[in-house]
């Protein structure tokens, strides 16, 4: 929502990073389009690919990098 995007400092359409902690190193998604509208939740979507190389089970919490 616009009021989570000032909150978190970022802007629509900003190109972010996105920290995803895992089992002994943490793992950083590069180029993630910050999407802000009030029709969307502060959640971040990843395929099963991504997931499965993360080592992700399940929802996780991450960090936003500018």
């Keep these: 929502?616009?009021?989570?995007?000032?909150?978190?400092?970022i802007v629509d359409k900003q190109i972010v990073s996105v920290k995803i902690p895992t089992e002994g190193r943490s793992l950083i998604f590069g180029d993630v389009v910050a999407r802000v509208s009030e029709k969307?939740?502060?959640?971040?979507?990843?395929?099963?690919?991504?997931?499965?190389?993360?080592?992700?089970?399940?929802?996780?919490?991450?960090?936003?990098?500018?």
């Design 1 to 9: 929502t616009p009021a989570d995007a000032e909150k978190y400092g």
């Design 40 to 66: 969307f939740a502060p959640a971040m979507h990843i395929d099963t690919d991504e997931s499965n190389a993360a080592g992700i089970v399940g929802t996780v919490d991450g960090e936003i990098i500018l």
